[in-house]
């Protein structure tokens, strides 16, 4: 691994931002949600600043030809991830991650041996196969987070398909999983775990039949889609802070704040890469329009992370194409201005490879300096 530059946790304490380092020990008191902040017990703004990591063969060195480990070898997994959380919490080394998204990847919750045609399908999901590997390796990871002095956001196994609708397939697994991790004795109100409700809805059923994203009727249909799934989870007992998923690929917002989910510690969890929007990511006037018409509502009401984003000028190893004195800086300078924003990185394999080096740079040393 390949050190690039530190990320810093932040601790905002009323309009002052300062800085607050993690370190390997340190408390993660439970967080809550008031009003548009994060905040910890003793009433201080909190913002998350880390990466995501997803246990699995690909993503821990295969995807690039690399493995760390493989076949189902689930010591060799631990080894892996928790190294990872080791070097990028190492203080003497300038890392300060104070959270990780932890993706439960369909590697461990499928039936092994058997093809899907992607994270969507869920066909070949094994429910006794969640249950054992969430025991086995989700929450061994998650202690380990908190040992790091990490809080962990749990995001579900796979993606959502292309179109999502209640009652449908999606939706009932999306219910039996999420009854099942709100159970959890090591999950649920883990004073270091949060969920996320799902990953990158794209187009909904609306009350009329039809099939679509930005429109009221839709963001309606994707409050009755989640709402249930919340109070199932608070029936269950887990107070964690959810954080709940916009449509578009997470991009788009602006309908749940005239409608939102209700409840105690709702969020709302964003994904931002150049191109969304149809927005020119490279020019402040065109992003700032956009991020303010898609996101800002929400954020005006409730606390963001963005779960997802990355960048590189040729796209090499990220998901999106930008520059980072264009998009970087025009991402960096929202974040800022919300004020309540947490974010991650697509992390650790993109953030240790050199050519993401700005990224990190610039979401640390930014306009305002305090990342």
């Given at each position: 691994?390949?050190?690039?530059?530190?990320?810093?946790?932040?601790?905002?304490?009323?309009?002052?931002?300062?800085?607050?380092?993690?370190?390997?020990?340190?408390?993660?008191?439970?967080?809550?949600?008031?009003?548009?902040?994060?905040?910890?017990?003793?009433?201080?703004?909190?913002?998350?600043?880390?990466?995501?990591?997803?246990?699995?063969?690909?993503?821990?060195?295969?995807?690039?030809?690399?493995?760390?480990?493989?076949?189902?070898?689930?010591?060799?997994?631990?080894?892996?991830?928790?190294a990872v959380m080791d070097a990028l919490t190492n203080t003497s080394n300038g890392w300060y991650l104070n959270y990780i998204r932890l993706h439960i990847d369909p590697y461990w919750t499928n039936n092994p041996g058997t093809s899907t045609s992607g994270e969507a399908d869920i066909s070949q999901f094994n429910y006794d196969r969640l249950v054992t590997y969430v025991n086995s390796v989700i929450v061994p990871l998650i202690a380990h987070a908190r040992s790091r002095g990490m809080y962990v956001i749990l995001r579900p196994p796979g993606v959502c398909p292309q179109q999502i609708a209640i009652n449908s397939a999606y939706y009932n697994y999306l219910v039996t999983v999420w009854n099942y991790l709100s159970q959890n004795s090591s999950l649920k109100n883990a004073d270091n775990v949060m969920f996320e409700l799902a990953n990158e809805p794209v187009d909904i059923q609306a009350s009329d039949g039809t099939y679509g994203s930005d429109c009221q009727k839709y963001y309606d249909a994707l409050k009755n889609f989640f709402q249930p799934i919340v109070n199932m989870m608070r029936s269950n007992g887990a107070n964690n802070v959810i954080w709940v998923p916009g449509l578009g690929y997470q991009s788009l917002y602006r309908g749940l704040a005239n409608n939102p989910i209700t409840g105690s510690n709702i969020a709302y969890a964003v994904h931002v890469y150049p191109g969304y929007w149809g927005a020119n990511a490279e020019d402040p006037n065109s992003f700032t329009s956009a991020w303010n018409y898609h996101v800002q509502p929400i954020a005006n009401i409730a606390p963001i992370v963005i779960t997802e984003t990355d960048w590189s000028p040729d796209r090499n190893g990220t998901w999106g194409q930008g520059t980072t004195s264009g998009f970087g800086t025009n991402l960096k300078g929202r974040i800022d201005a919300s004020g309540n924003a947490s974010w991650n990185l697509l992390c650790p394999e993109d953030l240790i490879h050199e050519s993401v080096n700005e990224i990190a740079s610039i979401l640390i040393n930014g306009s305002q300096g305090f990342l």
């Open positions: 691994m390949r050190k690039l530059h530190k990320l810093f946790s932040i601790f905002v304490i009323g309009f002052i931002p300062i800085q607050m380092f993690a370190w390997p020990g340190m408390p993660t008191p439970a967080l809550h949600v008031d009003g548009r902040n994060l905040k910890d017990p003793c009433g201080n703004n909190v913002l998350l600043h880390g990466v995501a990591i997803t246990p699995s063969p690909w993503f821990n060195g295969c995807g690039s030809g690399n493995c760390y480990w493989n076949n189902y070898d689930i010591q060799g997994c631990l080894n892996y991830n928790n």
